[in-house]
C-alpha cells in the first residue's frame, strides 16, 4: 500500500550506471556536492578499473545499485545506515545490500527493528524471519512484532541486539520457510540462545508458504 511504502521508504534505482552519482556528487549542475570518497565509502557507488585515473575523479565509478526496488536499512534512531535491492525481473542477484562499511554490518543489524519496538513491547515477543518483505507484510497487516535478518544467518551479535529488549520480550519465535533448508538454519539457529536468557520457539507455515504468502490467505 501507499501507507507502507512510505513508511518503510520504498524507493527504486533506475537503470542508470551513475544517476545516483551525478546527483549527490556533483558531476552536473544538480549535484549535491558529497564527494566521491564519501559515497564509495557509503557503499553507494563502486570503483571502476582506476589505473591512470586521478583520486576523485568521478568518472572512475559507477552506482552500486541500478533497476531495483530499494529498501532503506535503518538503525534504532531511524537512521539510515544502508540499502538492500531487488531487481524486477530474473536478473541476478536476486537482492544486492549495500557492503559492510563503518555504519553498517549486516550480521548486528535486523532489518525493521526500529519499526518494531512497540509491537514487540506490545506483543511480549519478537518474530524473526529472512527477508524484507517477509518482514514488511505482516506490518503492513497490523502484525508489528516482526524483524529480519539480512541475507545471513542469525549471529551472536544479533542475540546481543535482541537481548537489550529482554525488559521488553523474553521470547523469540524463528519463522524460516519450511523448505528443508529453512529448517536446517532454524534448528542451526537454536544454539546460538543458549544461556541468552532468551525463551526460542520455532514457528512451522505449510508447506511452499512463505510469510508473506500465508499472512495474504
Known sequence: TAET???FGIGYAP???DGLLKALAGTD???KGWTVEDL???G???????SGRKPGDASGYYDRFRGRV????RDLQ???IGFGGRVLDDGVPKYLNSPETPLFQKGRTLYALESAREGIAAAGYVIIVEGYFDAIAPHQAGVTNVVATLGTALTPEHIEVIRRFIHLTPRVVLLFDPDAAGVRAALRTLDLFLGSGLAVQVAS???????DTFIRS
Open 5 to 7: 511504502i512510505e513508511r
Open 40 to 42: 564509495a565509502a557509503a
Open 70 to 73: 530499494m529498501l532503506p536499512i
Open 15 to 17: 537503470q542508470s550506471w
Open 78 to 80: 531511524k537512521r539510515i
Open 44 to 50: 553507494l557507488i563502486v570503483a571502476r578499473d582506476q
Open 29 to 31: 549542475k544538480k549535484g
Open 205 to 211: 507455515l505449510p508447506q511452499d508458504e512463505d510469510p
